[in-house]
Structure formats: structure tokens, C-alpha cells
């Protein structure tokens, strides 16, 4: 049993580049949610989904898209970097309505946009 | 949704109980406090949650008072390893479209031997 996974662990980008942050977790959980963490700042929900085949925006979406295809996926993505999104990222799960507080994290993504 | 605000950091001292309070003045009436432990490199660490009253796991105790606009993380004969930042969260259980989860910028505790 995993619980969170992502990847990749680092990166690198140039400004202007484009990629994706897989999110995977195996505990059969409903909602998933995407993070950013700053230095020195607590986390800021990014987006989340509260089922398969559904996304909701959170605190700071903008320059960010999500896809929740499967149940077990979560997948970020940037389609033009800037430095601004220079952050680590987490992403975590929880089982369903009742326990959305409950989160279980993943180990994160150290992501540098130069 | 409601803001928190927590001490920037506290130092202890190994055995000893430590209290970590956050203050949520605008807290609503069906939102819950939460809190989380952060290890450096890691991401947060569900520890305990609650409405009302006092609520008691295995690692720590919360305590909320009548008017629940504050709580106080209890963290009993501290240890090294409870080296970390500690975040206290404030939100309805059952989250919405709409909703807004908000981590405030945490405490960090520092123990000492």
C-alpha cells in the first residue's frame, strides 16, 4: 500500500515550458486535491476534484489545470511556466465527504522555473 | 472562511507537554478544526480534529472552547522527533463546490534535549 505517490520527485523548467505532475493513490479515496508550498508559507489549495470526472477550483488556480480522469489519478498541469510557480507541490487524498479533513499526503514535487 | 492565526514558533525542552493555541475569531458554526504536523521535505501529517470540547488520540489532545474561537493543540511529553511545524486548519467537514481550504502559516516547534 503506497497511499501517495507523485511524480516527478524534481524538475526543472524554463519559462514558457509546459508540463504535467502525476498524482496517484491506491486507498480507493473520493477527493483529491493539488498544493503549493512557498518557503516559509503554509500550503495553498490549488485545485481539487470531489469525485472521477470532477475539478473545482481553490485558493490559487490560475495558471493551473487539472484532469481527474480515473479514480485513482490526479494530474496538474502548467502550460506556460513562470518563475512565479516556482513552488513545491503536494498533492493528497482523503475517503469521501465526511473526512475532507483528513488528508493523506504525498511526498511532493520540488518544481523550479527558471 | 475563517482566518487562523498562530504563534510563529515555541521551544521546548524534552518531557514536557507543550500547547500550541490558534485563533479563529471568524469561525463558523458547521466548520471544524483540524490540525496537521509537518517534517521537513515531507508533506503534512493528519494529527487530530474536532468541533467542540476536547478530543484525545493516541498522540494528542485538542481543546476548544465554548465559544470555539480558539484551540489549543496539547502535545503531551514532547520528544525530539516532534521537531516540526504544526498547522492548524478551519473549515466545514464536508467540502463543497466553492470551498476554500486555508492553512494558516503554521508553528514551528522546536525541541530541545
Known amino acids: 500500500n503506497a497511499g501517495v505517490t507523485q511524480t516527478p520527485k524534481f524538475r526543472v523548467l524554463k519559462t514558457g515550458q509546459s508540463m504535467t505532475l502525476l498524482c496517484a493513490q491506491d486507498?480507493?479515496?473520493?477527493?483529491m486535491y493539488w498544493y503549493r508550498q512557498d518557503p516559509g508559507m503554509g500550503l495553498r489549495l490549488i485545485h481539487y476534484?470531489?469525485?472521477?470526472?470532477?475539478?473545482a477550483k481553490g485558493e490559487v488556480p490560475d495558471g493551473y489545470n487539472v484532469s481527474r480522469l480515473k479514480k485513482q489519478n490526479f494530474l496538474l498541469g502548467l502550460e506556460s511556466a513562470a518563475p512565479s510557480q516556482t513552488s513545491v507541490y503536494f498533492c493528497?487524498?482523503?475517503?469521501?465527504?465526511?473526512?475532507?479533513?483528513?488528508?493523506?499526503f504525498g511526498p511532493g514535487t520540488r518544481l523550479t522555473v527558471t | 472562511l475563517a482566518k487562523t492565526t498562530q504563534p510563529i514558533s515555541m521551544d521546548s525542552y524534552e518531557g514536557q507537554e507543550v500547547n500550541i493555541t490558534c485563533s479563529h475569531n471568524?469561525?463558523?458554526?458547521?466548520?471544524?478544526i483540524t490540525w496537521y504536523q509537518q517534517f521537513p521535505s515531507q508533506g503534512p501529517r493528519f494529527i487530530i480534529q474536532?468541533?467542540?470540547t476536547k478530543v484525545t488520540n493516541e498522540v494528542a489532545s485538542l481543546f476548544i472552547p465554548a465559544d470555539r474561537k480558539s484551540s489549543t493543540l496539547s502535545l503531551p511529553r514532547v520528544s525530539l522527533s516532534d521537531t516540526a511545524v504544526y498547522y492548524c486548519?478551519?473549515?466545514?467537514?464536508?467540502?463543497?463546490?466553492?470551498?476554500?481550504?486555508?492553512f494558516g502559516a503554521g508553528t514551528i516547534l522546536r525541541v530541545k534535549s
Open positions: 486507498m480507493n479515496h473520493e477527493y
Open positions: 476534484s470531489v469525485g472521477e470526472g470532477t475539478t
Open positions: 486548519l478551519v473549515g466545514p467537514r464536508i467540502l463543497e463546490y466553492g470551498n476554500k481550504l486555508v
Open positions: 474536532g468541533y467542540k
Open positions: 471568524n469561525i463558523a458554526t458547521n466548520d471544524y
Open positions: 493528497a487524498s482523503s475517503s469521501g465527504r465526511d473526512h475532507s479533513y483528513e488528508q493523506y
